[in-house]
């Protein structure tokens, strides 16, 4: 592993360290204090003592903070190495995952948000046990979904932030790792969601501040848009002949002659465009409407109006990575056509020690020859911000969907203390896991870490997206037919996905032995045929088994969610969780010392007893919870926003197509 992560020819003693000047470390450290300070700005100020407050920051939070969460819990390290390198072999359609966004924010604030807050949930298992009863589809969501944080996001975030630092410092990639993983851990596990929704917001500003003035230096290099287009189709690198006389296929290094169109050939395009625009809505639909990590920053929000205030800035922020990602990406191998642009193993071994390619170094090879002193260091503070900020918003997530669906299930009587320090302890383990994944990230998808991002989630995410979307819209959809949609539509994505990784994606130079039948079929392509086949058999289990009465349903489903009757829970019997008061973190007539009173101001746990509450408070507090009312001013300043930013999304679509 460490000589995947670590070149010899990058790691030369001989080599100079791009980052090694007072300029750029003293940019890097005043970053550092400045999220420290922020993150404990933010513990000192929110409630952390419950599991409302630690994990739904006591439902107060604003639209600002909450659509600059929502967008740097998306935009990873992952988003710069991982666009930017796919720009540089394939063009602009990578774009098109960012902009298929600006459409599903609007349909994750004003038709999945509203279902989730009537519902008075915490997780999305949660809402398909309160939507279907029973435990097994709960508990089995809650593991897919750690699943997908280990392959998709934990370990691409690491990788590519490896990469960079390999890249920038010249140091040995473990320590860096762990430096940033203490940094991370140490406010999502103290702080809780609003240190990580407060930070996030601070990163989201240091991000698009320090990649503008990359792009600006960029095209500045390039001579404008229009040299930018030319000089990019004519990028070739001249290194086409290995050393015993293997000729490349220019196919391989020859630009596309689509590279600037956003719509491809449904047939023999790279990203045809009927994935590209109903595939990737589907993966979109899964990653944005029922994802843990997304969802939870909405249900923070103190009103409906906040949760589509966010989810509208959000959208206008995955404006752009088109500009600040994609396009530099595509410029960086204008100005490195050898190295980005490699073909032949024995050169690329030598650039970026793999042999499927290096297009995954376009951004950061962009910072370090690019950018002065000084500049040089606010970039690799964005590139952490970036980490940090996906990593820590994955975190809380994680650890919620530990703590709330199955560490709840083995411990049903567990203190709120307990729950709170078993979700942080598991964010460990998953820090392990995502280590031990890394190596199979360097080879996949040709190198291109974007693209098997999004094949592993094609795999694994449409059944999830099928079953939410049933679950809200077709009041019919019972637990049978929920249940073994899931199981059967996973077992389809993992035989493609098993299949592909047991054959390798292979490169250009050596095409995978996979057989057409089973890697032919593009994997957006795959995601359309996998949430159709897991949608019909939902439905047509549904239909042959009992359906759920209406009393179990109002205010979960569509049709029924402006009821007022009150709703009989599913299973109510079966408690899920029973959480105690635990008597040592409550204990009034101890005398407490100085030690133990700072150990639980750091970890959030309160020092003395809640107030009990009436049966009256309790309902009053659950109606607030639950409320979804609106202002009719601010309700028709967000729709008119909505009709603005969907406007927006066509015209970007129509213009590069």
């Given amino acids: 592993m460490e000589n995947i992560l670590r ?12 980052i090694n000047n007072a300029a750029d470390i003293s940019v890097i450290v005043v970053y550092f204090v400045v999220v420290l300070a922020v993150g404990i700005w933010a513990m000192v100020r929110t409630s952390r003592g419950t599991v409302g407050g630690f994990f739904l920051a006591g439902r107060s939070m604003v639209w600002w903070p909450i659509g600059a969460s929502l967008f740097a819990s998306n935009i990873g390290s992952g988003h710069f190495v991982g666009l930017a390198g796919t720009a540089a072999a394939g063009g602009i359609v990578i774009g098109g995952f960012e902009w298929n966004a600006l459409v599903i924010v609007i349909i994750l604030g004003w038709i999945f948000v509203p279902i989730y807050v009537k519902a008075g949930v915490v997780t999305m298992p949660e809402y398909l046990r309160k939507r279907f009863g ?58 809780g969601l609003a240190a990580v ?69 449904p047939i023999t395009g790279d ?17 944005w409407c029922t994802d843990q990590v997304i969802v939870q920053r909405c249900l923070s929000a103190k009103n409906m109006s906040h949760v589509k205030g966010g989810c509208i800035l959000a959208g206008y922020l995955k404006l752009l990575p088109m500009f600040l990602m994609v396009f530099p990406g595509m410029i960086s191998r204008i100005l490195y056509t050898n190295q980005v642009a490699c073909v032949l193993p024995e050169y690329c071994r030598n650039y970026c020690d793999t042999d499927v390619g290096c297009t995954n170094i376009a951004y950061p090879k962009l910072v370090i020859d690019l ?125 493609r996905m ?51 009465p209406d009393k179990h349903l109002h205010r979960l489903c569509w049709s029924l969610r402006n009821s007022k009757e009150e709703r009989e829970d599913l299973d109510a019997g079966d408690d899920w969780v029973n959480i105690e008061e635990d008597d040592d973190t409550y204990d ?22 809640a107030p009990k509450l009436s049966e009256e408070e309790k309902k009053a507090m659950e109606a607030n919870m639950t409320d979804t009312s609106e202002v009719p001013l601010w309700r028709n300043v967000v729709n008119i926003n909505a009709i603005i930013l969907l406007a927006v999304a066509v015209f970007c679509h129509g213009y590069f197509a």
């Fill in 588 to 609: 009034e007539l101890k005398e407490v010392s100085c030690w133990k009173k700072a150990y639980n101001w750091f970890c959030g746990f309160e020092t003395k007893k």
């Fill in 371 to 495: 950018m002065p002193n000084g500049l040089r260091g606010l970039m690799l503070s964005v590139m952490l911000a970036s980490l940090m900020s996906s990593l820590t918003s994955i975190f809380n997530s994680a650890s919620t969907l530990f703590t709330m669906d199955i560490y709840t299930k083995i411990r049903k009587r567990a203190s709120e203390k307990e729950l709170m320090i078993a979700g942080r302890i598991f964010i460990l383990f998953l820090i392990g896991i995502s280590i031990a994944w890394v190596p199979i990230l360097q080879s996949a998808q040709s190198g291109q870490l974007f693209d098997y991002i999004q094949s592993v989630t094609s795999y694994l995410g449409p059944p999830i997206a099928s079953v939410f979307f049933l679950a809200i819209f077709i009041k019919r959809v019972n637990e049978q037919g929920a249940f073994w949609g899931l199981v059967i539509g996973l077992l389809i994505g993992l035989s």
């Fill in 7 to 18: 070149s010899p020819a990058a790691l030369s003693s001989n080599d100079p360290i791009p």
């Fill in 271 to 287: 990203m045809p465009w009927p994935g590209l625009i109903f595939g990737l809505t589907i993966l979109a639909l899964w990653y």
């Fill in 197 to 265: 929704i407060y930070t996030d917001t601070l990163q989201t500003i240091i991000m698009v501040i320090g990649s503008f003035i990359l792009m600006g230096f960029a095209f500045k290099e390039v001579g404008g848009y229009e040299n930018f287009m030319a000089r990019y189709m004519s990028a070739i690198p001249n290194e086409t002949v290995s050393t015993d006389g293997t000729v490349a296929d220019p196919a391989c290094y020859t630009p596309r002659s689509d590279a600037f169109h956003l719509f491809r050939d």
């Fill in 134 to 191: 029973g435990s097994r589809i709960r508990i089995y969501l809650s593991v897919l979904s750690l699943l997908l944080y280990v392959f998709t996001k934990i370990s691409a975030d690491m990788f590519s932030g490896a990469i960079f630092i390999q890249q920038a410092m010249r140091i040995n990639i473990y320590i860096a790792i762990v430096m940033l993983l203490l940094i991370t851990a140490l406010y999502t596990v103290t702080g």
């Fill in 498 to 548: 098993i299949s592909e990784f047991a054959f390798g994606t292979g490169s250009c130079m050596k095409p995978s032995k996979c057989p057409k039948i089973i890697c032919g079929v593009h994997y957006l392509y795959f995601a359309i045929i996998l949430f159709g086949c897991t949608s019909i058999i939902v439905l047509a289990v549904s239909l042959m088994t009992k359906p759920i």
